[in-house]
C-alpha cells in the first residue's frame, strides 16, 4: 500500500533574469498569468490534488510569496464596505490555514536539487510531491492529481513526461526507458540534458515530480553536475534500481513560463480557457492578428 502524497515542495529561490527588469523588485513566481501570479496557479493544482502541507523553498526577495497566501485585513475591510461580496470570494483562494505553508531559505542558488534538499527538515521521512511554477499546465484535471491517481496504482517515484523534438533533448533532463505503455513509461535511467545524438529517447522531464525521502540522502553529498549545480536529476538516477521509477504521461498541455514566449503562449492559453473572458479574447486576437 502506498503511503499519502501530503507534502509539496515549491522552489522559488530563482533570481528570474529572463525577466527583468519586471522582476527587480518582483519575485518571478509573481508574474500574473491571466488573473491569478503563476506561484497560485501551482498552489491550486497541488490543493486539488489534496496536498496538505505546502513548503517554499525562497530566497533573499521573496516576501510577496509569503504576503500572497497571508489575510490581508486592511483590503478585507475595505471590500466588505463596499460590498464587493466576488472579489472577497476571489480573496479566500489566496489564504492558507495556520501551519499549512513553511519556508525555507534556499542561501546558495546551487540548482534544483540543492533547493529541494533545503526543504528535507519539512518534509521528513515520507512521500512528496516537487512543482516548478514555471512549468504550468493547461488540463482538465490538474497534473498532479493524474500523477498521484498514478501513484496510488504502482508507488515508487513518477515524474511527469512529454515528449520534446530531439534538437531540444538539451534543454532537459531526459528518460531512458526500459517499457512504456503508452500511459506509463518505466525508467532505467536519466541523463541531463543530453547532446540530441546522445540523448536516449525524447521524453523529457517537466516540472513536477513524486519522490521517496531517501532522495535526500543522495543530495546529501551536492554532486555537482550539468551546469556546475546539484540537480535533481542526477539523485534520482543514482536511486533507479533499487526504487522504482516511472513518468507518467499527463493529459494537458505545458508551457513553460521561464521562457518569454511560452508565457504568453501560456497567457493565451489561459485567456481562450476563462469563461469569462474568453470570447472577448478570442475577439481582440482577431483584431490583433489582422
Known amino acids: 500500500m502506498t503511503q499519502r502524497i501530503r507534502k509539496a515542495v515549491f522552489p522559488v529561490a530563482g533570481l528570474g533574469t529572463r525577466f527583468l527588469p519586471a522582476t527587480k523588485a518582483m519575485p518571478k513566481e509573481m508574474l500574473t498569468l491571466v488573473d491569478r501570479p503563476l506561484i497560485q496557479h501551482a498552489v491550486d493544482e497541488a490543493r486539488a490534488a489534496g496536498i496538505e502541507q505546502f513548503i517554499f523553498v525562497t530566497s533573499r526577495g521573496k516576501g510577496a510569496l509569503e504576503d500572497h497566501f497571508d489575510n490581508n485585513y486592511d483590503l478585507k475591510r475595505t471590500l466588505e464596505t463596499r460590498g464587493k461580496n466576488a472579489a472577497l470570494e476571489l480573496l479566500k483562494t489566496t489564504e492558507m490555514d495556520s501551519g499549512q505553508l513553511f519556508f525555507t531559505r534556499q542561501k546558495d542558488p546551487l540548482g534544483l536539487g540543492h533547493a529541494v534538499w533545503?526543504?528535507?527538515?519539512?518534509?521528513?521521512?515520507?512521500?512528496?510531491?516537487?512543482?516548478?511554477?514555471?512549468?504550468v499546465v493547461l488540463c482538465e484535471k490538474p497534473c498532479l492529481k493524474q500523477?498521484?491517481?498514478?501513484?496510488?496504482?504502482?508507488?515508487?517515484?513518477?515524474?511527469?513526461?512529454?515528449?520534446?523534438?530531439?534538437?531540444?533533448?538539451?534543454?532537459?533532463?531526459i528518460l531512458d526507458v526500459a517499457s512504456d505503455d503508452g500511459r506509463l513509461a518505466k525508467i532505467r535511467g536519466l541523463v541531463e540534458?543530453?547532446?540530441?545524438e546522445k540523448a536516449p529517447s525524447t521524453l523529457s522531464i517537466i516540472g513536477r515530480y513524486?519522490?521517496?525521502?531517501?532522495?535526500?540522502?543522495e543530495l546529501e553529498s551536492k554532486q555537482v553536475g550539468a551546469g556546475g549545480e546539484?540537480?535533481?536529476t542526477d539523485a534520482m538516477s543514482r536511486l533507479i534500481g533499487r526504487q522504482p521509477f516511472h513518468g507518467l504521461r499527463y493529459k494537458g498541455t505545458r508551457y513553460d513560463c521561464g521562457d518569454k514566449v511560452g508565457f504568453i503562449a501560456a497567457n493565451?492559453?489561459?485567456a481562450l480557457a476563462h469563461k469569462e473572458i474568453s470570447s472577448a479574447v478570442r475577439e481582440a486576437l482577431k483584431d490583433i492578428i489582422a
Not at 533545503?118 to 514555471?134: Q, S
Open 193 to 196: 540534458k543530453p547532446a540530441p
Open 230 to 232: 546539484i540537480q535533481l
Open 268 to 270: 493565451v492559453a489561459f
Open 118 to 135: 533545503c526543504a528535507r527538515h519539512l518534509v521528513g521521512d515520507e512521500p512528496f510531491a516537487v512543482l516548478l511554477a514555471d512549468d
Open 210 to 217: 513524486i519522490l521517496q525521502p531517501e532522495i535526500f540522502r
Open 147 to 173: 500523477m498521484i491517481e498514478a501513484y496510488d496504482e504502482i508507488g515508487g517515484n513518477m515524474v511527469a513526461v512529454v515528449d520534446v523534438p530531439r534538437d531540444q533533448t538539451n534543454r532537459y533532463g
